[in-house]
């Protein structure tokens, strides 16, 4: 008896093997899961789940008549259809922001103050990176900040130290000259 169980399982693997080789596939997704099914079992080829025609783009797969059609719904899918809530993520387009020094921190101003500008045709958010450095030009701390800048714009940022105690051991700070977009 488990000699013929272990011929069934290898006939009901070859079935499906066979199948998904001649245009039948096992599911429709391209490792997403769907919400409403599609997944699961051998399905007929012949199945339109992407609304065209069942014949376009299709090609015979032997005497059983069946086409095959590559379903690739998943890939008409803009970016933004798993992100968050609809708004596109510009991020990846943008360049980076270029950094300019105002002030440095002062025993008075536990903070640095730089002017960011943003060079692209679209607002965005961008990192900005200050070292703070004592007068043997050791560094103290590196902090960083994120901040809004409207499209070709420029905005001053405030870069904030730990503890006021630090501002009075801040010689230097040196920016990054360049805030990369979030």
Same mark, same amino acid.
């Given at each position: 008896?488990?000699?013929?169980?272990?011929?069934?399982?290898?006939?009901?693997?070859?079935?499906?093997?066979?199948?998904?080789?001649?245009?039948?596939?096992?599911?429709?997704?391209?490792?997403?899961?769907?919400?409403?099914?599609?997944?699961?079992?051998?399905?007929?080829?012949?199945?339109?789940?992407?609304?065209?025609?069942?014949?376009?783009?299709?090609?015979?797969?032997?005497?059983?008549?069946?086409?095959?059609?590559?379903?690739?719904?998943?890939?008409?899918?803009?970016?933004?259809?798993?992100? @968050?809530? $609809? &708004?596109?993520?510009?991020?990846?387009?943008?360049?980076? *922001?270029? /950094?300019?020094?105002? %002030?440095? +921190? #002062?025993?008075?101003?536990?903070?640095?103050?730089?002017?960011?500008?943003?060079?692209?045709?679209?607002?965005?958010?961008?990192?900005?990176?200050?070292?703070?450095? @004592?007068? $043997? &030009?050791?560094?103290?701390?590196?902090?960083?900040?994120? *901040?809004? /800048?409207?499209?070709? %714009?420029? +905005? #001053?940022?405030?870069?904030?130290?730990?503890?006021?105690?630090?501002?009075?051991?801040?010689?230097?700070?040196?920016?990054?000259?360049?805030?990369?977009?979030?």
């Amino acid at each position: 008896m488990d000699r013929r169980g272990r011929k069934l399982r290898f006939a009901a693997v070859a079935v499906c093997v066979v199948l998904a080789l001649t245009g039948f596939s096992t599911s429709r997704g391209h490792g997403r899961s769907h919400s409403g099914g599609g997944g699961g079992g051998c399905s007929s080829s012949d199945q339109n789940h992407d609304s065209s025609s069942s014949t376009s783009g299709s090609t015979s797969s032997g005497s059983s008549g069946s086409t095959y059609h590559d379903y690739d719904d998943d890939d008409d899918y803009s970016d933004d259809t798993y992100g @968050d809530g $609809g &708004s596109s993520s510009t991020s990846t387009a943008l360049r980076d *922001a270029t /950094v300019e020094l105002i %002030d440095c +921190a #002062t025993p008075s101003e536990a903070y640095a103050t730089v002017e960011v500008t943003n060079p692209n045709s679209t607002g965005g958010y961008f990192t900005v990176t200050v070292d703070f450095l @004592d007068a $043997g &030009s050791g560094r103290l701390e590196e902090r960083s900040e994120e *901040a809004y /800048v409207s499209a070709n %714009d420029s +905005a #001053t940022v405030q870069v904030d130290l730990s503890a006021p105690a630090v501002a009075a051991k801040v010689d230097t700070c040196d920016p990054e000259p360049y805030a990369p977009a979030r």
